[in-house]
């Protein structure tokens, strides 16, 4: 059978990303055995590495992090607010007057996706209150 492409290599920029994800739509449903399947399999390989790869997370304490990612996800101190169950304890610990819990540290690590290594870090709080 007829491969598209045979010559896939490590994924580098964007553009190669883009025409691999778009070329696994194409064939997601080959069946095994074919060459198709394949290459498919070898696309989530590849796809997989370059996301995981881009995904590095920058050296920020625990707090800017949740605040990116509040950004990236489109969400607001309320909807953490919500995850968590106290608006108060939420407002305290963005404006670094109240460290993250273990609660914390756990639903904001599933909500944002951000693994719980990132948010254990020391950080400083501000002072007063």
Known sequence: MYMKNLNWFLIETEQEYERAAARYEEIKAAPKGTQEHKEKLLLVHLISEYENKGSELPEVDPVEMIRIRMEDFGYKSADLAEAYGDKGTVSKVLNYKQS??????????????IPAEALVKEYELKAGI
Do not use: G, N, V
């Open 100 to 113: 993250l819990s273990l609660t914390m540290i756990r639903k904001f690590s599933k909500l944002l996706h």
